[in-house]
C-alpha cells in the first residue's frame, strides 16, 4: 500500500535553530515528491518539487533534499514567520498527474 | 493575478442535507482537483478534471459526492444526504495544465460543518 509518512507530528524551535523534518513515503513508483506550506485557515502554498534521488533545491533558510525513501526539508536559522505546518505529498507513477497523496504533515512552531 | 477562489469560505447544514461548494480555478488552468481535509487527517484527494477528458473520480468516499466542471472552468462539488462524517475542510486547486511541472495552487478552503 502506497504511503507517506512525516516526522515529527510537531517540532518546537528557538528562533535561529536549525533543523530537519522528514517525510518517509512508500510507494509502487515515485514520480514527484512535492512540499507544501500551509497557514491556518488557507490552502496549502507551493514550495518545491522534487523528481529523483539526489536531487536538492533551496528557498530562502528552506532546503529540500530526496533519497530513494525519504526526503529532508531543512529550516536554517527559522524565524517566527516560518511557523506553519509543512506538508509533504508523492504523486504516484501509473496514477493521473496531479493527484497528489498527502502525509499527515508537521505542524512547526519557531519561538523568538 | 486572482488565485483559486472558492465559496462560501464557511458552511453549516443540518445532517440530511445537499451542499454545493464552489470553486473558481485561476484563468486559463485546465486542471482542477477537489481534495479534503478532515481534522487529523492529511489531505484526501477526491476528483480531478483536466480539460475535455473524463474526471478522475477515484478518491469519492460514496456516491453521495459528485462534481461537475462547466465550461472547463468552474466546479461544484456536491454532497447528498451529509453526514457528520462529511465535516471537513474541501480544498480546491487548479493548475496551468495536468502534466510533470505544473504546480498546484490551492484555493483557501470551505469548512463544513454537519450538525
Known amino acids: 500500500e502506497d504511503q507517506v509518512t512525516q516526522s515529527p507530528e510537531a517540532l ?3 528562533e535561529g535553530e536549525s533543523s530537519s523534518l522528514n517525510c518517509s513515503y512508500t510507494v509502487s513508483g515515485l514520480r514527484g515528491l512535492f512540499w ?3 497557514d491556518p485557515g488557507k490552502g496549502p502554498e507551493f514550495l518545491f518539487t522534487l523528481y529523483s534521488a539526489g536531487e536538492e ?3 530562502e533558510r528552506l532546503k529540500a533534499t530526496l533519497t530513494k525513501k525519504e526526503s529532508f526539508l531543512h529550516i536554517t536559522a527559522p524565524k517566527p514567520e516560518d511557523s506553519a505546518t509543512y506538508l509533504c505529498a508523492v504523486e504516484i507513477s501509473g496514477t493521473s498527474y496531479g493527484k497528489l497523496t498527502f502525509g499527515q ?3 512547526l ?3 523568538p | 493575478g486572482a488565485g483559486v477562489s472558492q465559496s462560501p469560505s464557511n458552511k453549516v447544514t443540518e445532517k440530511g442535507k445537499d451542499v ?3 470553486c473558481d480555478p485561476i484563468s ?3 486542471a482542477l482537483y477537489w481534495y479534503r481535509q478532515s481534522l487529523g487527517q492529511g489531505l484526501e484527494f477526491l476528483i480531478y478534471f483536466q480539460g475535455n477528458s473524463a474526471p478522475d473520480k477515484s478518491g469519492l468516499p460514496s456516491d453521495r459526492f459528485s462534481a461537475e466542471r462547466t465550461g472547463g472552468s468552474v466546479s461544484t462539488l456536491t454532497i447528498q444526504r451529509t453526514q457528520q462524517e462529511d465535516s471537513a475542510v474541501y480544498l480546491c486547486a487548479s493548475s496551468l495544465v ?3 511541472q505544473e504546480t498546484q495552487y490551492f484555493g483557501p478552503g470551505t469548512r463544513l460543518l454537519v450538525l
Do not use: M, N
Open chain 2, 20 to 22: 454545493e461548494l464552489r
Open chain 2, 98 to 100: 495536468s502534466g510533470r
Open chain 1, 36 to 38: 507544501y506550506r500551509q
Open chain 2, 28 to 30: 486559463g488552468h485546465t
Open chain 1, 57 to 59: 533545491k533551496e528557498k
Open chain 1, 12 to 14: 518546537r524551535l528557538q
Open chain 1, 109 to 111: 512552531t519557531v519561538h
Open chain 1, 105 to 107: 504533515g508537521t505542524i
